[in-house]
């Protein structure tokens, strides 16, 4: 009995050491950064509750997150099971939802705290539900924290009746989408090139949620001696490796960003506690290692103290990093002195690009503004494309050069229009937005469907145990052919969310809204790329689906959308009105053609660039139609060939036999009077 409650109490006493642990590291870390200590002249300390209540309800809100996500990825993802939650899957659930809890409110502490550090006014003094309310209206911040606290309420209400799989999928879909909004505020949305850090903050802090919620419930789950262990924890190793690409990548770009040479990582505070953040990454990314290559085999043969005594560190590990990460965001980052911004650098990120000039198609390839999201998101596009690629050539199966060469060319187009100067000056003009908007919705759809990355998936992937649980490839299939996919790949749909999704941004205030956030942005562009590949897919896209129309019935979908895009492009040029006018004023832009001159030249580039993709997928229909009735063709000549019973030349020249013989045969004598017979007509004679 007393191993029993020995255990019992193993997994709360690794949750209490992480929890105390990272504390630890932030106070620490905030003494010698100088983070915890506040003394600027001239404005009142918000006292030492403030100051130092602020990185620990911050400590304590990244911990449970991660708690959160972990558990929820363990009880949905990792260990198997069935559609319905199983015993100990619920009992991961409900660990979820008390760490949701705990998360909301700490979210709701951070609230509070930041609004008193950001006035420098006592916790007393804001503490009245009028000023926070008016906070959480007006402020970003305020919105991001209020927000993380409803994710976390959500997801600790409804956690507690969460039974089938899918719901708890939907519960970690919801927690991670919490770990974001702090994300686009606070240091990283006021800094120089802010879209750079707080994209990559982002990816930062979901790699993270993942990686350490995960790692964390996989210790828990073998301290409690789950069975399925082994499988879930090559599961992980999956995820892990993924979060740890993502974690290193976008730390590195936020070093950059916040650090404007390398002498300051050791002339530093804040490089110096980068560094420590780098080495301990750099330990964790050696234990995964050798957790991959000696004791996840241990684990099939169920030793599990090898596992146990690494992956514990591990935790430990990145409890201190948590730590780490917690007094740098308190930390100021040296080199920020270059002044205040301007209005136009606020609003864009970055400085305002110099006008095109005499030539001024050289700015939009020399102006470049790596975005973290796109280049990732494009880098692992890649890799995966190419590794399913190669994993069939090893074992001698064909995949066509030109898929291949697709997927790559749609790939670099996607960066450069997300990269490039057409990102650049497309958050300055109007005309310039256009065309990426134009090469993100009818340029990139062509090139990336006719890769059939679907198509390569499915061969590439392995297909899941027979009594086993539902794999990658079980997932993707019945996404395909899933209800949502059925209804918005209908021709109608698709045609209706890629032309009238444009009328809906360009003629409502929607479009000035998402062009007055980075993330909005990225919603706005991230959309026009997936309407496009949806009805470009309905039209000529090579991957399965739950409906596939007739090449005829797709050529009236291509000539009945596309007037509806001239229209778009003519009431564009036609318009006295400035799209999104707010916006375009705000930045000032002191060059260029006029706001309203700007936006006829946008709806003559939208017109002009929609001719051609049109043009080009008639071709590409028109050949996929003909190679279509080639395969038909071939299809039946091997009927004919092995004397098929179903061949359908057989089958109609049997018709004609049949009726050729119902011709020939004697008709049946006629009896007077009958119905029907020649006796009930009278001839000339009888008359």
């Known amino acids: ?61 990244d911990m449970a997150a991660a708690a959160t996500v972990g558990a929820l990825l363990l009880a949905s993802v990792l ?26 409110l700490a979210a709701a502490a951070l609230l509070v705290f930041t609004l008193s550090d950001l006035f420098a006014q006592p916790l007393a003094v804001v503490l009245d539900p009028a000023v926070v309310a008016d906070f959480v209206v007006t402020d970003a911040q305020g919105r991001a924290y209020a927000a993380t606290a409803g994710a976390g309420a959500v997801v600790a209400t409804l956690g507690l009746g969460i039974t089938t799989v899918r719901w708890a999928r939907a519960a970690l879909a919801l927690a991670l989408a919490g770990v974001l909004p702090p994300a686009f505020t606070g240091h990283s949305a006021a800094s120089a090139n802010h879209d750079a850090a707080v994209t990559s903050l982002a990816l930062h802090v979901t790699g993270v949620a993942v990686w350490v919620g995960g790692l964390t419930f996989l210790v828990i789950a073998a301290l409690r001696r789950e069975s399925g262990l082994g499988v879930a924890a090559r599961r992980f190793g999956v995820l892990a490796g993924a979060a740890f690409l993502t974690v290193a990548a976008s730390g590195v770009v936020s070093a950059v960003v916040r650090l404007p040479s390398p002498g300051l990582l050791f002339g530093s505070a804040y490089g110096r506690m980068l560094v420590l953040k780098v080495l301990a990454l750099a330990v964790l990314g050696g234990l995964g290692w050798w957790h991959r290559r000696r004791t996840l085999r241990r684990l099939d043969l169920g030793t599990r103290r090898p596992f146990l005594r690494i992956a514990i560190g591990e935790v430990l590990i990145m409890a201190a990093a948590t730590g780490l990460a917690v007094a740098l965001s308190r930390t100021p980052a040296p080199g920020g002195g ?77 960066v450069l229009a997300t990269m490039s100067g057409l990102a650049v000056y497309g958050k300055a003009m109007m005309s310039v937005h256009m065309g990426q908007h134009m090469v993100l919705a009818m340029t990139v759809p062509i090139l990336l469907v006719l890769g059939a990355p679907a198509t390569l998936a499915l061969r590439a992937l392995p297909p899941a145990a027979k009594d086993g649980p539902h794999g990658p490839r079980e997932v993707l299939l019945r996404l395909l052919h899933s209800h949502f996919v059925r209804i918005v790949s209908h021709p109608v749909v698709a045609s209706v969310l890629f032309i009238g999704s444009a009328f809906v941004v360009y ?13 909005g942005h990225m919603v706005m562009l991230v959309h026009f790329l997936a309407v496009g590949l949806l009805f470009f897919w309905v039209v000529i896209g090579i991957d399965p689906g ?69 043009l080009i997928t008639t071709v590409i229909l028109a050949v996929q139609w003909v190679r279509s009735d080639a395969r038909e063709a071939r299809r039946v000549d091997r009927q004919i060939d092995r004397g098929d019973e179903n061949d359908p030349l057989a089958a109609y020249n049997a018709y004609l036999a049949s009726l050729h013989a119902r011709d020939r045969a004697p008709q049946p004598a006629r009896i007077p009077g009958q119905p029907g017979t020649a006796s009930d007509h009278p001839t000339h004679e009888d008359s």
Not at 507 to 519: A, G, I, K, P, V
């Open 79 to 104: 260990l198997p099971g069935g559609r319905r939650l199983g015993a100990a899957h619920l009992r991961y659930a409900v660990v979820a939802a008390v760490a949701a809890a705990v998360w909301a």
């Open 1 to 61: 009995m007393t191993g029993d409650r020995i255990r019992a109490a193993q997994p709360a006493a690794l949750l209490l050491a992480a929890v105390l642990l990272a504390a630890v590291v932030t106070a620490v870390g905030l003494g010698l950064g100088g983070g915890g200590v506040r003394s600027v002249p001239g404005i009142e300390d918000p006292g030492a509750l403030t100051t130092w209540g602020l990185p620990i309800a911050r400590v304590v809100g």
């Open 338 to 414: 270059g002044g205040e911004p301007t209005r136009a650098e606020e609003l864009l990120g970055f400085p305002m690009p110099p006008p095109l000039g005499d030539f001024p198609w050289t700015p939009l390839f020399t102006q470049w503004h790596v975005d973290p999201l796109f280049a990732f998101g494009t880098a692992a596009a890649a890799l995966l494309y190419l590794a399913g690629v190669r994993k069939l050539r090893a074992r001698g199966d064909a995949w066509p050069v030109g898929r291949t060469v697709s997927w790559l060319a749609g790939l670099a187009v996607t």
């Open 507 to 519: 003629y409502t205030s929607l479009f000035e809204t998402l062009m007055r956030s980075h993330l």
């Open 546 to 614: 739950p409906r596939r129309p007739p090449h005829l019935g797709r050529l009236f979908v291509l000539i009945l959308t596309m007037p509806f895009h001239s229209w778009f492009s003519i009431s564009l040029m036609s318009s006295v009105d400035v799209i999104g006018e707010g916006w375009w004023t705000g930045l000032a832009r002191g060059w260029g053609p006029s706001l309203l001159d700007d936006q006829y030249n946008g709806g003559a580039i939208a017109w002009a660039t929609g001719d051609i993709p049109v």
